[in-house]
């Protein structure tokens, strides 16, 4: 019997959804001309039709996803500033997903990181499609970083049970190749080995902006992924990179829509060597996430009920 058996009854999310997909040729162009008597105005030339893909959302992520609303709710970042937090739904999120595949490499293979990484949705949702190498999540709020710990413990339990229990098909075997930290991103110095950077930048204060920018740009990182235009990441911030695509997203709870852009690095990096570079900080993530499964279960179980157990933290005046 699987943890959690209830979750096909309570899921409420739907398999498949067509959905159109941005490209930077498919934005309806201007032109400005001037007309006599009403000066310079913008007139829009021809568009180009939207392209329509149908998304499917995969076994494992709803499964998942169905944990995680069992586990800390469905709704952003769960208190420690707010009940809801910055997060896109899971269809949203998988509209993303599936152009990271087709213009990024996004695969098996690759190592991402989630930025400011709240109660890990993203990290857990790669971590079944496309069931990334590694999926790291970073985040400098105790309290979501415990919730994530919670919901990762939860999703690491349920795969145990599955592959204890008979007739689950291998298919349907969850991901596990995730860990999270609490941490301050300012303690980074690259943002390698990761091939794909995530993060939910739409308050990120101009500071850590570039910040972000500096270290974005020193790494092998070849893929960004965020919430800013190109008038912001290249033009304020000075990110060495390219659009590739972009894609209206829908945001739980506040009912708000924002376009997530999907760069390339523009300047190629030279790596000579065969080994993968790894900053410090992220080093003891990777190796625990190399180790396997229960190695992976036991440490997140560990830290969770050191957290869950350690003294409340006094209050200063």
């Not at 039709?49 to 169905?66: A, D, E, G, N």
């Not at 400098?140 to 919901?151: F, G, P, Q, T, V």
């Not at 339990?157 to 007739?167: A, F, L, P």
Request: proline fraction near 6%; charge should be positive; hydrophobic fraction near 35%.
């Amino acid at each position: 019997m699987l943890l959690f058996p209830f979750l096909n009854n309570t899921d409420g999310i739907d398999y498949i959804k067509t959905i159109p997909i941005v490209t930077p040729d498919a934005k309806p162009a201007q032109n400005r001309i001037k007309i006599k008597g009403k000066g310079w105005q913008n007139q829009p030339v021809s568009r180009t039709p939207q392209q329509q893909q149908t998304i499917i959302l995969p076994i494992r992520v709803k499964t998942v996803y169905s944990i995680v609303r069992a586990t800390t709710g469905s709704i952003g970042g769960n208190a420690d500033g707010g009940a809801i937090y910055g997060e896109t739904t899971a269809f949203s999120l998988q509209k993303i997903i599936e152009l990271m595949k087709a213009h990024t490499n996004f695969t098996a293979e690759s190592r991402f990181i989630d930025i400011g990484s709240g109660l890990g949705k993203p990290n857990l949702h790669v971590a079944q499609d496309p069931g990334v190498k590694f999926s790291f999540g970073i985040e400098i709020k105790r309290l979501r970083w415990m919730l994530s710990l919670h919901n990762l413990r939860n999703v690491l339990q349920y795969r145990i049970q599955q592959m204890e229990s008979d007739g689950v098909n291998e298919a349907n075997l969850l991901g596990y190749h995730c860990f999270f930290s609490n941490a301050d991103i300012y303690d980074a110095t690259t943002l390698d080995p990761f091939t794909h950077v995530y993060m939910y930048d739409i308050r990120f204060p101009p500071k850590l902006m570039e910040y972000l920018s500096d270290i974005f740009n020193r790494s092998c990182s070849a893929y960004l992924i965020c919430y800013h235009p190109p008038s912001l990441m290249i033009d304020r911030y000075y990110f060495d990179i390219v659009l590739i695509c972009q894609q209206n997203t829908a945001m739980h709870g506040s009912g708000e829509n924002h376009q997530g852009y999907i760069y390339e690095r523009a300047t190629v990096t030279n790596n000579s060597s065969p080994d993968i570079p790894c900053d410090p900080i992220f080093a003891d993530a990777w190796n625990i996430v190399k180790s396997g499964l229960t190695t992976i279960r036991d440490i997140v179980c560990a830290k969770f009920s050191s957290e869950i157990n350690s003294p409340r933290p006094k209050r200063h005046k």
